[in-house]
């Protein structure tokens, strides 16, 4: 194991110029070192000593340093062991040999930065594995933080079915949300994707106005944002503005002028008087400040419910992105 890991080291490492230089001169001087030790080139084969060079240039240095590495090695092997220079006299058997070292070398060289390429890619999906890992940890923690959040709120329903249907339709629409986040592919939500594909499903796209330029939310406010958007629009459906034919519920948000907070608006409108809730249901803590949720106000008034939440750390998508323009009223 230990020597796995310590190959793979040495093919993933990026070495700098200077590094691949002297590692083209080491293995150029310890090859001829050792013919010359050996038999002065006396044995004919000049070129025998160099291929394991050869091929262990082709594994750690970039591919124009390893062809270099070669035409040196060749140039080397050839006047001091082999009788002068390649073609000091042409004839077809020098040419022969020139052709079958030519194709050697660069089977070698083509191989070993094959396999280089290979480990690298390897060792980059194992990097991004590990990355996955710790991302899908991070997230069964929120999302059990979550469960336990609005668990926590059973003892103030009014009996164990009451609970079990509000219990089931918080855990809905956390499975919703789920769904929204790609574990790996994207770190950060979006806006509007977010708002529109959390409250698609509620079936009142017509009576919904979203408006707001395009943006980046961070990871740890994506799940508690959605969360708190199906709340709201949980209660609208309830008591509020969709609970008849004539309310609407406006979406917007903007970026204040440190470019790092965003304020988002939920407000309804043209739906029947509100009053302010008499108990305080399981899903009251979705709409309280928290982590990922900065800051959370919500606001009872009899002309409709609005409700304003703050983010941190929420940025453009493109700085000259127009503003999206909330959709017409059917």
Not at 185 to 213: Q, S
Request: a positive charge.
């Amino acid at each position: 194991m230990n020597r796995a890991r310590l190959v793979r080291r040495a093919l993933v490492r990026q070495r700098g110029t200077a590094e691949q230089m002297l590692l083209v001169v080491l293995l150029i001087a310890l090859p001829t070192a050792l013919r010359a030790l050996v038999d002065q080139g006396t044995s004919s084969l000049p070129f025998l000593t160099y291929w394991p060079s050869i091929l262990i240039g082709a594994l750690l240095l970039d591919t124009r340093y390893a062809v270099m590495l070669s035409c040196l090695a060749a140039v080397v092997s050839q006047r001091l062991f082999g009788g002068g220079a390649w073609f000091a006299t042409i004839d077809p058997v020098r040419i022969a040999f020139f052709v079958m070292f030519c194709f050697s070398a660069g089977l070698i060289l083509g191989t070993g930065a094959s396999l280089r390429c290979a480990v690298r890619e390897l060792d980059a999906l194992h990097l991004q594995a590990e990355g996955f890992n710790r991302e899908l940890r991070h997230r069964v923690r929120n999302m059990l933080t979550i469960v336990q959040a609005l668990a926590s709120r059973g003892p103030k329903a009014e009996n164990p079915l009451d609970f079990y249907r509000e219990f089931s339709s918080r855990l809905e629409g956390l499975a919703q949300a789920s769904d929204l986040l790609r574990i790996g592919t994207e770190t950060e939500g979006r806006l509007p994707e977010i708002a529109e594909r959390t409250l698609t499903p509620f079936g009142k796209d017509h009576r919904l106005r979203i408006a707001g330029e395009p943006c980046f939310l961070p990871d740890a406010s994506c799940i508690p944002l959605i969360m708190a958007l199906h709340e709201l629009a949980t209660n609208a459906i309830k008591h509020g503005a969709w609970s008849d034919e004539r309310g609407l519920v406006e979406l917007s948000w903007f970026l204040a002028v440190d470019g790092r907070s965003l304020y988002i608006l939920w407000k309804e409108q043209g739906g029947p008087p509100v009053s302010p809730r008499n108990r305080e249901g399981i899903g009251t803590r979705l709409l309280t400040p928290q982590p990922g949720l900065d800051a959370v106000e919500l606001n009872f008034d009899r002309r409709g419910v609005w409700c304003e939440i703050m983010i941190e750390g929420a940025r453009l998508v493109d700085e000259g992105a127009a503003p999206r323009r909330p959709p017409p009223t059917r």
